[in-house]
């Protein structure tokens, strides 16, 4: 009877270490796969990146929002911003247009 209770407690410890095994063989697969920690930390990134690009439009939408808010507010700002798009002027004005200069390349020193 003690040998037989013995066996079995060593075929319990064999199983047991057999899942053990498998279980470890298991993770280390669905770690290092395809959807593993690599994947879920590309995906903490891309979410950075969202959040971030999102918190951009929200400003901007916040300015443009200011903008057209001042625009309808204001009848000089909107009627200079309007002859700016149209470039129309008002009797008497004049328009200087200059175009802007050349960017200077330095000569090459001579050996």
Avoid: C
């Amino acid at each position: 009877m003690v040998r037989r209770s013995r066996a079995i407690q060593v075929y319990k410890r064999f199983g047991l270490a057999v899942a053990l095994a498998g279980f470890a063989v298991y993770a280390v697969v669905n770690l290092t796969g395809s959807q593993g920690v690599t994947a879920l930390f590309a995906k903490w990134d891309e979410l950075h990146r969202i959040q971030v690009q999102n918190a951009n439009l929200a400003s901007e939408l916040q300015e443009r929002k200011e903008r057209i808010r001042l625009l309808t507010d204001n009848l000089e700002e909107r009627e200079l911003e309007i002859r700016k798009k149209l470039q129309k002027l008002r009797p008497g004005e004049k328009l200087y247009q200059v175009p802007d200069p050349e960017p200077t390349v330095p000569a090459k020193p001579e050996n």
